[in-house]
């Protein structure tokens, strides 16, 4: 049976399972608000990719400090600083450059994504964050340089190598942008982690990184999150 969210008060269960990383956070308000007990839901499903790709990170951090790994570590996407906080803590003694609208989604982008097909998100969307949130999250605040506003054109000027790069900005345009600025620039070894590519609500993700990797002749190998690859250089 299928039932809407609100009949859930005249239902008996053990638990209740999200299982759709799209959205879950507005999901677990919606069934808190309906009255649901927090400890009835279950995360487990959306939760495991989430620990999956801080585990990958952390190991690599590992790697890269072992083996004397120079450069310096990026996002692009970074939201309300989940990850940039992840990165930060594993990179410590590394210069972190963040990249973000701050305001959400660009219309520039929009518009191809829409008339691609690949996702039908709004301009604006995920603006509720700012460089003051993602600063005030960071454990080394002052290893960090955030570079607020449209993507690529934020990264102009930046004369720097890179060893580790999370690439998360959800949209065609700005991924290959991405891929096209940061791969030339990654040291030897260094890595490009690429969110949303097994993501279906995503779909200009992975066009974006397949063209890529066609034109660049490299291979997008999957973390083992279910959701990300890594491109090394
Ligand atoms: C899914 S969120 C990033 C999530 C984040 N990495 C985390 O760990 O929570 C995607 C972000 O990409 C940003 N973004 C998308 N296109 C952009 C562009 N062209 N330039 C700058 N930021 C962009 C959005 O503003 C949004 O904050």
Do not use: W
Request: negative net charge; proline residues 5%; glycine residues 8%.
């Amino acid at each position: 049976m299928i039932y809407p969210p609100q009949a859930i008060s005249d239902q008996s269960y053990d638990a209740i399972v999200i299982a759709t990383l799209i959205s879950h956070e507005s999901l677990l308000k919606q069934l808190i608000d309906l009255g649901v007990d927090k400890d009835k839901i279950n995360f487990d499903y959306v939760i495991f990719p989430v620990k999956a790709r801080v585990m990958f990170l952390e190991k690599l951090a590992v790697t890269f400090n072992e083996k004397r790994i120079e450069g310096c570590v990026a996002e692009g996407g970074v939201f309300q600083g989940d990850f940039a906080r992840e990165i930060n803590r594993v990179f410590p003694d590394k210069t972190l450059y963040l990249f973000d609208t701050f305001t959400g989604f660009d219309q520039r982008d929009i518009a191809k994504e829409r008339s691609s097909g690949f996702s039908q998100y709004e301009e604006g969307h995920l603006n509720t964050t700012s460089e003051e949130i993602v600063r005030g999250r960071l454990l080394y605040p002052n290893k960090a340089i955030i570079k607020k506003g449209f993507f690529p054109q934020t990264a102009q000027g930046i004369d720097e190598r890179f060893c580790f790069v999370n690439l998360d900005f959800d949209l065609h345009d700005p991924i290959l942008a991405g891929l096209e600025f940061f791969y030339p620039r990654m040291v030897t070894g260094g890595a490009i982690l690429v969110h949303d590519y097994f993501n279906p609500g995503y779909r200009g993700v992975k066009v974006a990184v397949d063209s890529f990797a066609k034109e660049s002749n490299v291979t997008p190998t999957p973390i083992g999150d279910g959701i990300s690859v890594v491109i090394y250089r």
